[in-house]
């Protein structure tokens, strides 16, 4: 009887301090269990010594597989891209900073035999964290929460398991910037929770400290992709804005029965309302376009430049068969 095969997808950049010690622990948790596994790691253009350690790594585990994007894509598109690429009847993606145990991975795979598609896990402790940091991260949580009436979960990062249709689903949502925690719920299949203590980073120092860049990026696809509520904040300040500016005509005309010269103050106030309203529909409006633009455009999320042990898949290629998705 042939064995389930497990994918496990490793999206990184620059990480050749963690990934020795990673791939040991991969191996470890892996020897002896009695399902297959392959080693997916995908390689953002990393500029340090990160693919001559894989090729290294391969020459003495076939399990270890790897591929190279041609240009910086992201992580969620190379966790996408590696979803694509892999076999596995199971499929698990996780960063490479070892935060993430290992370890926990059989786990997992408790919960996809009982029935699950999609294995969350959410860190109840988080070791090692800047504290600015950590409460910067949960009150974006929290935001996006709020803003998609509580259908994503708080503290659960990207160290998931999907079955494989939940995985080709996944893949087929034409989406870019996708937001894959909120996306993994979204999808719905019999999804489950585990508990974990996150640890600090085994070496090196974070890619994503502070009020980086990326964290601003995700918590904005994470609010536009499962919300429409900014677009109705500005839809009832608009409103807000007209009642207010009747309040003021009336208090001008109030102004001028007796003798006082304030409308020029209330009008100038009346004007820069207006404008202040205008530009920050302009703004909202404008990010749901540009999604709208990244969307039909046609791009592909990822182009690969180099596999090893895997077969290219062209994102524009990845249009699922039906028949393949399986009830």
Known sequence: MKSDLVSIILSFRNEDDNLPELIRRLQAMADGRPEGYEFIFVNDCSSDRSRDLLVEGRAK???????????????SECVLA?????????????DCDLQDP????????????????????????????????MWLTRRAYELIN???????????????????????????MREHDPYLRGLAV???????????????????????SGLHRNAVKTMVAGVTSFSFLPIYLVVWAGLGGLGLAALLVLAGL?????????????????????????MAAVGVTGIYVA????????????IIAEAQGLEIVPDRAMIPDRA????
């Not at 304030?262 to 100038?268: I, N, R």
């Not at 393949?324 to 009830?327: E, N, V, Y």
């Open 61 to 75: 585990d076939p399990r270890i597989k790897f591929m190279t994007t041609a240009r910086r894509s992201g992580p």
């Open 82 to 94: 590696g979803l694509a690429a892999a076999g596995g009847d199971a499929m698990i993606y996780m």
């Open 102 to 133: 290992p370890e926990l991975i059989p786990e997992l795979l408790g919960h996809w035999r009982a029935g699950c598609d999609v294995v969350h896990t959410r860190r109840s402790i988080r070791l090692g964290e800047d504290p600015l940091r």
């Open 146 to 172: 709020w803003t998609s009436r509580g259908q994503m979960p708080i503290e659960a990062g990207d160290f998931k398991l999907l079955s494989r249709r939940a995985a080709q689903h996944m893949i087929a």
């Open 186 to 208: 979204w999808m719905g299949f019999p999804q489950v929770f585990v508990d974990y203590e996150r640890q600090p980073r085994f070496c090196g120092q974070s890619k994503f």
């Open 254 to 278: 109030g102004a001028l029965a007796v003798g006082e010269a304030a409308v020029p103050w209330l009008l100038a106030a009346l004007a820069l309302f207006c404008w202040g309203s205008l």
């Open 291 to 302: 999604r709208i633009y990244k969307d039909v455009r046609g791009r592909p999320r990822w």
């Open 324 to 327: 393949m998705i399986r009830a």
